[in-house]
C-alpha cells in the first residue's frame, strides 16, 4: 500500500481520520483511489472489533491472587529446606554411625611384636607379627572384623562371628582357628568346633583338626591332628607344603630383615619350622633342606640362592 503526498507526520493524520477528526474527503484528495479504499475497509473492519473497558475490579483481584500464592509458597521452600537439611543431618548421622561400627578400632603389630585383642563379646585375639584387625566399638552387635595377617582367634560362642580377608571371608559361631592373610595368600586352620570359608567362589566347612589354603589358583587341604594351637604362639613357625614366598615373608617379619632370592624359587614348596629367638639357626632350618646356599651381602641382606 502506497501513500501519496502525506504529509511526514502520515501516522498521526491517519489515527485522526480513524477518529474521526479528519474526514473522508480530506484523506481522499492525499491518497491514491486504490489506498482509499483500502482504508475504507481496513476501518470497517476495526469497527467490528470491540475494546472493553477495564475492569479494575477484576484485574485488582487476580493482582491479589497472585500475591497471595507467591505467599503460599514462601513456606513450601522452607519445608523443602527443613527437609534438606534433616536429611543432612541424617547422613550425618548413618555416616557416623557407620564409621563408629566399622572403622572404630585397629589394632597393630610391628616386626618380631605380638599382641593380643580382647573383644567386647568375650573373644580373643592374638596377632602374629607385623598383622592388623580392624573392629567395630559396639562388637557384640556386630560380630564382623577385617584382618590382614596372620592371627589365632578364640571365639566366644554367640551370634556369627566374620573374619573378613582381602581373598575371602572365614564365619564361624563358637571356635577356635588361625587365619593367615597376605596379599593373595589366605590359609585357615580350625583348632576347634567348625569354620566355614567362603573364598575363590568356593564355601567350605572345615572341622577341628582341617586346614585350607588358596594360593593363585590352587585351593589346597589337610589334616593336622594332634594339635591344639598355632605353633607361632609359643616361639616357632610351622609350615606344610608351603610356598617358599610365605615362608621368608613369615621370617622377614620375625626377624625384621630383608630377604632376596630368584623369582623361580617363589612356588618351591617348604614343610618343617624355624624358632624364634636365633636368626642363624632359623634361617638354616629353611634353606639346609630345601638345598639353598646362604650369602649374606655389605649392608646385611640376606641372598638365597640354588
Known amino acids: 500500500m502506497k501513500m501519496n503526498n502525506l504529509p511526514d507526520s502520515s501516522e498521526y493524520f491517519l489515527s485522526q481520520w480513524i477518529e474521526g477528526k479528519v474526514t473522508d474527503a480530506e484523506l481522499k484528495a492525499k491518497v491514491t483511489a486504490s489506498d482509499y479504499e483500502a482504508y475504507l475497509k481496513l476501518r470497517e ?17 487476580a493482582i491479589k491472587h ?13 519445608i523443602r529446606l527443613y527437609r534438606m537439611i534433616s536429611v543432612a543431618a541424617t547422613l550425618l548421622l548413618l555416616l557416623g554411625g557407620y564409621q563408629f561400627f566399622v572403622f572404630s578400632n585397629q589394632k597393630k603389630t610391628d616386626y618380631r611384636q ?49 573374619v573378613e580377608t582381602t581373598l575371602g571371608s572365614v564365619t564361624v559361631v563358637g571356635t577356635q582357628f588361625n587365619v593367615v592373610a597376605r596379599n593373595n595368600y589366605l590359609e585357615v586352620a580350625c583348632y576347634e568346633g567348625k569354620v566355614c570359608v567362603a573364598a575363590k567362589n568356593q564355601n567350605v566347612l572345615l572341622t577341628k583338626g582341617q586346614s585350607i589354603r588358596f594360593y593363585k ?84 641382606k640376606i641372598v638365597l640362592s640354588k
Open 217 to 300: 589358583n590352587q585351593i589346597e587341604q589337610w589334616e593336622q591332628s594332634g594339635t591344639v594351637a598355632p605353633s607361632w604362639l609359643h616361639g616357632e613357625s610351622t609350615f606344610k607344603n608351603t610356598p617358599l614366598e610365605l615362608v621368608m615373608q613369615q621370617f622377614e617379619n620375625e626377624y625384621n630383615c630383608r630377604v632376596t632370592y630368584p623369582e623361580s624359587l617363589k612356588d618351591v614348596r617348604f614343610t618343617g619350622s624355624f624358632i624364634h629367638r636365633d636368626i642363624n639357626t632359623a634361617l638354616q632350618s629353611i634353606c639346609t633342606p630345601l638345598q639353598m646356599q646362604i650369602d649374606q651381602t655389605a649392608d646385611g
Open 66 to 78: 497472585k500475591k497471595a500464592a507467591s505467599l503460599d509458597r514462601r513456606p513450601v521452600k522452607q
Open 45 to 61: 473492519s476495526l469497527g467490528t472489533l470491540e475494546f472493553a473497558e477495564p475492569d479494575m475490579e477484576r484485574q485488582y483481584r
Open 114 to 162: 605380638t599382641a593380643e585383642v580382647a573383644l567386647a563379646d568375650g573373644s580373643t585375639i592374638v596377632l602374629n607379627h607385623r598383622s592388623s584387625v580392624s573392629y567395630p566399638n559396639w562388637f557384640t552387635l556386630r560380630r564382623k572384623l577385617e584382618l590382614d595377617g596372620e592371627a589365632f582367634f578364640k571365639v566366644s560362642k554367640g551370634k556369627i562371628f566374620t
